[in-house]
């Protein structure tokens, strides 16, 4: 079935350093993509989405592109600020978008 | 911007009561979700609906129960809460483009 992993964490870097996220999905067909970030206290909130191969998506500096060669979708950003540190989750919806799949989450704290 | 609410956002109650977390969302969608999530992070669906008068069981058997009577409206009850139904409950919904958008989350804690 489908599926998704995601790096474990927590991951902890200082103020701008460059942050990647891997993210790898296992599907049939082509699914859809997400990131999601959820900080202290709240739910979760979109960052992210790709709907189809080499998509990239992007918000507030983060990027994923949708790589169906590797069946990837790694967050990155260049240079990660304090505000950023929360948990990130990798999803992914299926074809019939009938049903959605998420990662395990990865915590990340930036020190300053 | 999604608009979905959740109440209560925190809930503290005894074992042996019966309590219904709310959630609501105005945006027309057709699919809601409950997700309960560990310490841990993970989260574990619980419940679905695709439509009024549609509710399932999720991946992680609950014994919570679901109603959908209209289409905004989507409570989660527990008829006798125990320590174990200690956790956050997540609310989502999605329309035809298949995002996903999250309520703030209700932190439940019976004592």
């Known amino acids: 079935g489908d599926s998704v992993t995601q790096m474990e964490g927590p991951v902890t870097l200082s103020e701008e350093a460059f942050l990647t996220i891997n993210c790898t999905y296992t599907?049939?067909?082509?699914?859809?993509l997400f990131w999601y970030v959820q900080y202290p206290g709240e739910g979760l909130q979109l960052l992210l989405k790709a709907t189809k191969a080499d998509d990239k998506g992007s918000n507030k500096g983060f990027e994923a592109t949708y790589r169906k060669e590797t069946t990837s979708f790694h967050l990155e950003k260049g240079s990660v600020q304090v505000s950023d540190s929360a948990v990130y989750f990798c999803?992914?919806?299926?074809?019939?978008?009938?049903?959605?799949?998420f990662g395990t989450g990865t915590s990340l704290t930036v020190i300053p | 911007e999604a608009d979905i609410y959740q109440t209560p956002r925190y809930l503290v109650i005894g074992t042996g009561k019966k309590i219904t977390l709310e959630c609501s969302q105005t945006m027309g969608h057709d699919k809601m979700y409950w997700y309960q999530q560990d310490p841990g992070m993970e989260l574990h669906l619980i419940h679905y609906s695709y439509g009024v008068n549609s509710t399932e069981k999720g991946d992680l058997s609950s014994e919570s129960t679901v109603s959908r009577i209209r289409t905004e409206h989507f409570p989660l009850t527990l008829e006798s809460a125990r320590p174990s139904h200690t956790s956050q409950y997540l609310c989502a919904s999605a329309g035809e483009e298949e995002t996903q958008y999250f309520g703030p989350g209700t932190r439940l804690l019976v004592l």
């Open positions: 599907a049939t067909g082509y699914p859809s």
């Open positions: 999803a992914l919806s299926s074809n019939t978008g009938n049903q959605f799949y």
